[in-house]
């Protein structure tokens, strides 16, 4: 069995954010970058746990420049057995999502997880397009994953409950919190991981759909306003006109 895990490179939780030229670049100075969450703590995390279980090659694979490889070197670390650098540099959901589907065609995977989402743009739109430019089912929000043979059992979660869906391979699976539990890499890993292959593959040709235009930081927190609870009247009316929450 063959699976490919989604690696993203995000800016750790911690970071502060700002923007350059006129707020249409976001300035990594001083910034901090880690595995997307969703990618490491559950992808990755559970296709290991397959490799242990089931014998599985676990491969990964991520679109961006030189300054990725550390990222994936810990992804390597924790345990993955060979890496896949796209070497391009884009925002664009689409084209990122034809690199990987362009990549995948050549390997032939079994299993292809992606992270719910990443925490930077939050944009949950990979898992599907690679799915749909591979002609492959693709399940979302998957919080647990069960093999049997050449069939998958996938809880996800709904509004209001869990929904168990069965699916034959091959497939893409985003993953979400439930599917794993987060794992630090040990020294012999990271050892291990410097001399596992890193393969730079040069980007296939795609359309860009989309650009951004400019960012935005959202507003700075209000101050907080202490009303006497005997004053009713004045907490209604700053909810009402102020807050505009009633």
């Given at each position: 069995?063959?699976?490919?895990?989604c690696?993203?490179?995000?800016?750790?939780?911690?970071?502060?954010?700002?923007?350059?030229?006129?707020?249409?670049?976001?300035?990594?100075?001083?910034?901090?970058?880690?595995?997307?969450?969703?990618?490491?703590?559950?992808?990755?995390?559970?296709?290991?746990?397959?490799?242990?279980?089931?014998?599985?090659?676990?491969?990964?694979?991520?679109?961006?420049?030189?300054?990725?490889?550390?990222?994936?070197?810990?992804?390597?670390?924790?345990?993955?057995?060979?890496?896949?650098?796209?070497?391009?540099?884009?925002?664009?959901?689409?084209?990122?999502?034809?690199?990987?589907?362009?990549?995948?065609?050549?390997?032939?995977?079994?299993?292809?997880?992606?992270?719910?989402e990443?925490?930077?743009?939050?944009?949950?739109?990979?898992?599907?397009?690679?799915?749909?430019?591979?002609?492959?089912?693709?399940?979302?929000?998957?919080?647990?994953?069960?093999?049997?043979?050449?069939?998958?059992?996938?809880?996800?979660?709904?509004?209001?409950?869990?929904e168990?869906?069965?699916?034959?391979?091959?497939?893409?699976?985003?993953?979400?919190k439930?599917?794993?539990?987060?794992?630090?890499?040990n020294?012999?890993?990271?050892?291990?991981?410097?001399?596992?292959?890193?393969?730079?593959?040069?980007?296939?040709?795609a359309?860009?759909?989309?650009?951004?235009?400019?960012?935005?930081?959202?507003?700075?927190?209000?101050?907080?306003?202490?009303?006497?609870?005997?004053?009713?009247?004045?907490?209604?009316?700053?909810?009402h006109?102020?807050?505009?929450?009633?």
């Amino acid at each position: 069995m063959k699976i490919l895990v989604c690696i993203s490179k995000t800016p750790d939780t911690t970071a502060k954010i700002a923007f350059t030229d006129n707020n249409t670049k976001f300035n990594e100075a001083g910034v901090q970058f880690i595995i997307n969450p969703y990618d490491e703590w559950y992808a990755l995390v559970r296709a290991l746990e397959l490799k242990e279980t089931l014998g599985a090659t676990v491969h990964l694979v991520t679109a961006g420049g030189a300054d990725t490889e550390p990222i994936i070197r810990k992804a390597l670390a924790l345990g993955g057995d060979e890496a896949f650098r796209i070497n391009t540099d884009s925002q664009d959901s689409y084209y990122i999502a034809a690199q990987i589907a362009a990549h995948a065609k050549v390997q032939a995977y079994d299993l292809i997880f992606t992270g719910k989402e990443t925490i930077d743009y939050n944009g949950s739109a990979i898992g599907g397009m690679v799915a749909e430019l591979l002609d492959l089912p693709f399940i979302s929000i998957a919080a647990k994953l069960e093999l049997n043979g050449t069939e998958a059992t996938i809880n996800r979660e709904i509004e209001g409950g869990e929904e168990i869906v069965k699916v034959s391979l091959p497939v893409v699976v985003s993953c979400q919190k439930g599917m794993a539990e987060a794992r630090i890499p040990n020294m012999r890993g990271i050892m291990a991981a410097r001399t596992k292959t890193l393969t730079v593959v040069e980007p296939a040709a795609a359309d860009t759909l989309t650009a951004i235009a400019s960012f935005e930081l959202p507003a700075p927190k209000a101050g907080v306003k202490m009303i006497s609870p005997d004053n009713v009247e004045e907490l209604v009316r700053l909810l009402h006109e102020e807050a505009k929450v009633i």
